[in-house]
């Protein structure tokens, strides 16, 4: 493996490094059935166009498989140091036994006559859509029929980028989780991608820095021009921010007076410890059902990321403005570009949401969550400036006046860590680095011993 990055959670867009393709490639062509259909010219061209708004994506070509060159070249480089991987926000603990069994068991009864089911509702088990609703939104008033259950919660909004189609207008903090931004290209909402700005033309970047007490919530929000849609997410991938009550407040106040729709995104929900300041959801500020949908995800919350199990809560007060209900058309979109997601992942969803279940997830967030606050210890101790990593597990460090690139090189050829560039998530990202939390005990400690020597 070594010297390719498997996954970085979704900033590497499956980006894999040519030798892969070669690989990949030669493995296909020793399949001697396909070498005798391998006769056609291969330059041979079909006379479809490109989907016009490809061409405005921003060339990922640049940025993750240059972490990924960079990591090749490291590993020649340094063939007998060990790379400690804080770049990737994958999980890395084995899930809990009681959710792993529950899975175990419904695949094992697929294989008996009383056991086995086809496809399930589009929008979910019901038990689950029910189960969601009553502990993750407890006391927020959200229906089961609200909740659907989806793979994941970035397939989620690439449905609803379909569900508000190709006119709106779109806002999204600077920095961000580049999936909004990339959707919207996709979908033709964003316009070019200006090199002199690093910006896409329609695009709305709310910017979101440190500076006078902003804490990573968008400076002058009131200032900023109306959009239809606002994606949020928080607590914050990369900055690790989560935002406050008044903060969200703010917001939903905001698109109550614009007439827009936040697309708030709580795949780290989990990991907010300050409950009495920090919601967890949208919904528990007061007006939002109006104004937002949620998006979130059992990734980041039950280690499911390979297991892929997701939701989106879409309140039926929701309205357009000719005020048909939102929520009717999501059920469309689902019901038909989606026939559910795997029964046996939901099986261990539900079996996240039992009690013991939750528990055991509880303790694996507190692991993560505790590598946070080491990381977060030793980076202080070195005098660097360190956001995040108190509800949520990244750690964004602030190097003023130098380049993100050139601190992730540092770090990388100096202490054999991976991180992630802040650049890669947009301008606000420069002169930023995010550490992942998401490894083991042992990789942290040694990652902190090998930073007190890198710093
Ligand atoms: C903010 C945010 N939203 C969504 C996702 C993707 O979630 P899922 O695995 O459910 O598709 C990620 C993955 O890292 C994320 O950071």
């Known amino acids: 493996m070594g010297s390719f990055c498997p996954k970085l959670c979704m900033l590497c867009s499956a980006s894999f490094p040519p030798q892969t393709i070669q690989a990949m490639a030669r493995k296909s062509c020793n399949n001697s059935e396909f070498n005798n259909t391998m006769k056609y010219e291969v330059s041979q061209r079909t006379k479809v166009n490109r989907n016009a708004h490809m061409e405005n994506l921003r060339d990922h070509a640049y ?18 140091e060990k790379l400690i991987r804080l770049g990737i926000g994958d999980t890395t603990e084995p899930i809990p036994q009681v959710i792993g069994s529950a899975m175990a068991k419904y695949a094992q009864d697929l294989s008996t006559t009383e056991g086995y089911s086809g496809y399930g509702p589009e929008q979910g088990n019901q038990r689950l859509r029910e189960a969601i609703a009553e502990t993750i939104y407890k006391d927020m008033g959200i229906r089961g029929s609200e909740v659907f259950v989806s793979d994941g919660a970035q397939s989620d909004i690439a449905r609803l980028q379909m569900l508000f189609g190709s006119n709106v207008t779109v806002a999204v ?17 964003g316009g070019k991608f200006l090199e002199e700005s690093g910006k896409h033309e329609k695009i709305v970047y709310m910017k979101c820095n440190s500076g006078n007490n902003n804490d990573f ?10 959009t239809d849609i606002i994606f949020f997410c928080s607590p914050n991938n990369p900055t690790g921010h989560a935002a406050s009550f008044p903060q969200l407040q ?23 410890s300050d409950i009495q300041t920090v919601p967890t959801s949208i919904f528990q500020i007061p007006g939002a059902k109006q104004v937002a949908i949620e998006v979130s995800s059992f990734s980041k919350l039950a280690g499911f ?11 039926e007060e929701l309205l357009y403005s000719n005020g048909l209900p939102l929520i009717k058309d999501f059920n469309r979109i689902v019901t038909t570009c989606f026939n559910g997601a795997s029964a046996i992942a939901q099986a261990g969803g539900l079996a996240c949401l039992s009690s013991t279940g939750y528990q055991s997830l509880r303790s694996i967030i507190k692991h993560y969550m505790e590598n946070a606050e080491i990381l977060a210890d030793t980076l202080t101790s070195l005098k660097l400036n360190v956001h995040g990593g108190k ?33 890669g998530f947009g301008l606000g990202g420069e002169e930023y680095v995010r550490f992942s939390a998401f490894a083991s005990r042992e990789h942290v400690l040694e990652a902190c011993a090998r930073l007190r020597n890198c710093f």
């Open 173 to 189: 903090q600077d920095p961000s989780f580049p999936a909004y931004v990339d959707t919207s290209v996709i979908m033709g909402q």
């Open 305 to 315: 990321t390979g297991v892929r199990l997701g939701w989106t809560v879409v309140p």
């Open 250 to 272: 703010q917001l939903v106040d905001f698109a109550r007076h614009n007439g827009s729709i936040i697309v708030y995104d709580s795949a780290y929900a989990a990991y907010i």
């Open 63 to 80: 940025l993750f498989p240059e972490i990924c060159a960079k990591e090749t070249e490291h590993a020649k480089k340094y063939p007998h």
């Open 217 to 226: 919530f968008p400076a002058d929000l009131a200032a900023m021009p109306r």
């Open 391 to 423: 509800n949520a597990p990244y750690l964004w460090v602030h190097f003023p006046n130098s380049k993100s690139w050139d601190i992730f090189d540092h770090i990388l050829s100096k202490a054999h860590i991976l991180t992630v560039p802040g650049i």
